[in-house]
Structure formats: structure tokens, C-alpha cells
Nanobody
Framework: QVRLVESGGGLVQPGGSLRLSCVVT????????IHWYRQAPGKERELVAT???????GAVDSVKGRFTISRDFAGNTFYLQMNSLKPEDTAVYYC?????WGQGTQVTVSS
């Protein structure tokens, strides 16, 4: 059974930083492609960043230069480093692997 568990969300002031983590267990795919999504209140879920099993990364324009997606050496923990956070980054952040989703972690950017 594939399981994804996110952590690291919280309340931060504008301009601050957070690092989200996503631990993946149970997958038979040893070359992970992981996506980070977010969903703000009243909005559709949107793709934020992707990392492939070959460490090729991509991010949407609204977070480029501020957010960085990465993975640990063992390969089953994924990170989303978020810097220079803005109020519009407030959302529930989810990681996704194939059709599996984590439960989400709330990020709130507010003064």
C-alpha cells in the first residue's frame, strides 16, 4: 500500500520560510516522480513543483526563484523549501505520486 505523509506546514509571516516534507512508503517504483500541489480556499488544486527520479525539477512561474523541490539521499523523502513566502501562498499543500495523495499540510502566510 502506497502512503504519502506530509509535514512541516504552519503559520509564517510574509517573507518567511518553511520546509515541507513528504515521506513515501510502499511504492514499487524505485524511481520516484513526486509532485507538490496546493489548494487555496475556494480555488482548484494546482501543481506547484515536480521532481523526477533523475532529479529533473520544474515549478510553476508563480513560485520560481522562491520554492525549491528536492529529495533526500535515500530517495523516499521529498522536500519543498519555500522562501520569501507571500500571503497568496496560503493553501493546503499536498504531495502526489502516481494516483496517490497525502493528507495535506496547511501553510498560512499572514502578519
Amino acid at each position: 500500500q502506497v502512503r504519502l505523509v506530509e509535514s512541516g506546514g504552519g503559520l509564517v509571516q510574509p517573507g518567511g520560510s518553511l520546509r515541507l516534507s513528504c515521506v513515501v512508503t510502499g511504492s514499487i517504483d524505485r524511481i520516484y516522480t513526486i509532485h507538490w500541489y496546493r489548494q487555496a480556499p475556494g480555488k482548484e488544486r494546482e501543481l506547484v513543483a515536480t521532481i523526477t527520479g533523475y532529479n529533473i525539477t520544474g515549478a510553476v512561474d508563480s513560485v520560481k526563484g522562491r520554492f525549491t523541490i528536492s529529495r533526500d539521499f535515500a530517495g523516499n523523502t521529498f522536500y519543498l523549501q519555500m522562501n520569501s513566502l507571500k500571503p497568496e501562498d496560503t493553501a493546503v499543500y499536498y504531495c502526489k505520486h502516481f494516483d496517490y495523495w497525502g493528507q495535506g499540510t496547511q501553510v498560512t502566510v499572514s502578519s
